[in-house]
């Protein structure tokens, strides 16, 4: 069975930022075994703290350019490249700027299973 899922179904602010992506979705209710993250970080130095996932995560770099820390290593991406982190290795982004960084984010499972390392 195929399923639309409507703006407002994944959306944080689906009204206030119509022009920016920014939600998430766990689409193992949908019969997938991914996740979608959309991110909108219109500051320089946001994104989210040290963490990690039993899974692979894949970074799709839509706008911007972000450092991601991915283990020991720092790596800058911008729009048009795909990051792909794999599983079990502790990783970070922020965004390094000038302008907003956004990024789709797919992870590997049906539902979000995160570890906070910081």
């Known amino acids: 069975m195929a399923h639309v899922i409507d703006r407002d179904k994944w959306a944080r602010t689906p009204d206030r930022c119509p022009d920016h992506w920014q939600g998430e979705l766990q689409c193992g209710a949908y019969g997938s075994r991914s996740c979608l993250i959309f991110n909108y970080l219109p500051e320089i130095g946001g994104g989210p703290r040290?963490?990690?996932?039993?899974?692979?995560?894949?970074?799709?770099?839509?706008?911007?350019?972000?450092?991601?820390?991915v283990g020991d290593r720092?790596?800058?991406?911008?729009?048009?490249?795909?990051?792909?982190?794999?599983?079990?290795?502790?990783?970070?982004?922020?965004?390094?700027?000038?302008?907003?960084?956004e990024t789709t984010d797919i992870h590997e499972n049906g539902s979000f299973i995160t570890e906070w390392l910081e």
Do not use: D, W
Not at 50 to 69: K, V
Not at 75 to 82: F, K, L, N, R
């Open 50 to 69: 040290l963490h990690m996932h039993p899974y692979c995560e894949i970074f799709i770099i839509r706008t911007g350019t972000g450092l991601f820390t």
């Open 74 to 101: 720092q790596i800058e991406a911008s729009a048009g490249q795909i990051l792909i982190v794999p599983p079990n290795t502790p990783h970070k982004f922020t965004n390094l700027g000038p302008g907003p960084l």
